[in-house]
């Protein structure tokens, strides 16, 4: 099982961004499918954006032509960068790994995740 740590959170006004980094480490590479979650308060947890181990990507409509996910597999990382961001985004960040096929939306297809981190977006 992997261990992951996101960082990179923080508060913004509407229209700003931010770069989110998910670090991973233990025995297992990362040489796999990852993920972006967020929850909202009072909400369920949602994907936000994917990437296999191929590169590709897939990203919620919430989020299409505002973030963008990507992965650097030599420093066993995986990144949101996150532009033009809305009130709305405002949540608590996840990232997943570990994952087992299926919906990419379906949290319990991975089974590592960090511990979050907090993004305020204020209007």
């Known amino acids: 099982q992997l261990q992951l740590v996101e960082t990179g959170g923080g508060s913004v006004q509407t229209g700003g961004s931010l770069r989110l980094s998910c670090t991973a480490s233990?025995?297992?590479?990362?040489?796999?499918?990852m993920a972006w979650f967020r929850r909202a308060p009072g909400q369920e947890r949602e994907g936000v954006a994917y990437?296999?181990?191929?590169?590709?990507?897939i990203y919620a409509d919430s989020v299409k032509g505002r973030f963008a996910i990507s992965r650097e597999d030599a420093k066993s990382t995986v990144y949101l960068q996150m532009n033009n961001l809305k009130p709305e985004d405002t949540a608590m960040y996840y990232c997943?790994?570990?994952?087992?096929?299926?919906?990419?939306?379906?949290?319990?297809?991975?089974?590592?995740w960090g511990q979050g981190t907090q993004v305020t977006v204020s209007s």
């Open positions: 997943a790994a570990d994952f087992k096929g299926g919906r990419w939306t379906d949290e319990m297809r991975y089974t590592s």
């Open positions: 990437v296999d181990s191929a590169g590709n990507v």
């Open positions: 233990g025995d297992t590479p990362i040489y796999n499918s």
